[in-house]
């Protein structure tokens, strides 16, 4: 089965074009080194909560939508791979992270073993 890279992180609004050009040039240098399939959410219908939400996790700040996104990759040997030459890859590496569009300190992310597919 799959394996999957998961990511929640807030983003402010007003950086949204920003960030659909990072993600659309990242998703590429992810396809290339053996993703099979990169996806950015932008948030639509994320309700507050009252002891935990999507909004609350990545501490979204007023002006900040929750962006959901993942990677899918035929298994865990791929992905470690493939994660590996893309951070090393010339694409990735002239993004200065000091002006990314978002906070990375915020942002959760990890992998996961896929139960179910239909």
């Given at each position: 089965?799959?394996?999957?890279?998961?990511?929640?992180?807030?983003?402010?609004?007003?950086?949204r074009?920003?960030?659909?050009?990072?993600?659309?040039?990242?998703a590429?240098?992810?396809k290339?080194?053996?993703?099979?399939?990169?996806?950015?959410?932008?948030?639509?219908?994320?309700?507050?909560?009252?002891?935990?939400?999507?909004?609350?996790?990545?501490?979204?700040?007023?002006g900040?939508?929750?962006?959901?996104?993942w990677?899918?990759w035929?298994?865990?040997?791929?992905?470690?791979?493939?994660?590996?030459?893309?951070?090393?890859?010339p694409?990735l590496?002239?993004?200065?992270?000091?002006?990314?569009?978002?906070?990375?300190?915020?942002?959760i992310?990890?992998?996961?073993?896929?139960?179910?597919?239909?």
């Amino acid at each position: 089965m799959p394996y999957v890279d998961g990511y929640v992180l807030a983003v402010p609004r007003k950086n949204r074009p920003e960030y659909v050009k990072l993600a659309e040039e990242s998703a590429v240098v992810f396809k290339a080194h053996g993703a099979l399939s990169v996806v950015e959410n932008w948030a639509d219908d994320v309700p507050d909560g009252e002891i935990t939400s999507l909004p609350m996790a990545v501490k979204c700040e007023e002006g900040e939508d929750v962006v959901f996104s993942w990677i899918i990759w035929p298994s865990r040997e791929a992905r470690d791979v493939g994660n590996k030459a893309a951070m090393k890859d010339p694409r990735l590496q002239g993004w200065d992270l000091s002006k990314m569009p978002f906070d990375g300190k915020r942002m959760i992310f990890g992998g996961f073993n896929t139960i179910v597919e239909l």
